[in-house]
């Protein structure tokens, strides 16, 4: 099975910035996404960013400006960087890959806490 283990949590103050870091437990041949949810309490899952194999790109409208998504597809690794950060970032991060005719895969969850 493919897992995927998250890094780059934490707490800053709101200006500040983090980068989150995904890796998959093992190589990845085939055409897929990965990239980050992020749930807070009192809303729903939402989807942060997301990157294809080919390097494209999908940002939610609320931090485009501000994150950059990007991978390196010999590692089978995304990374988010996140600037300018808002007390609303406030989340569970949640990466996420997507293979062809497979269930989705989730990691762990890393904790974004931006204070006022």
């Known amino acids: 099975q493919v897992q995927l283990v998250e890094s780059g949590g934490g707490l800053v103050q709101a200006g500040g910035s983090l980068r989150l870091s995904c890796a998959a437990s093992?190589?990845?041949?085939?055409?897929?996404?990965m990239g980050w949810y992020r749930q807070s309490p009192g809303k729903q899952r939402e989807l942060v960013a997301a990157i294809a194999s080919r390097g494209n790109t999908n940002y939610a409208d609320s931090v485009k400006g501000r994150f950059t998504i990007s991978r390196d597809n010999a590692n089978d690794t995304v990374y988010l960087q996140m600037n300018s950060l808002k007390p609303e970032d406030t989340a569970v991060y949640y990466c996420y890959l997507d293979l062809s005719r497979l269930p989705r895969t989730w990691g762990q969850g890393t904790q974004v806490t931006v204070s006022s």
């Open positions: 093992r190589t990845i041949f085939s055409i897929n996404t």
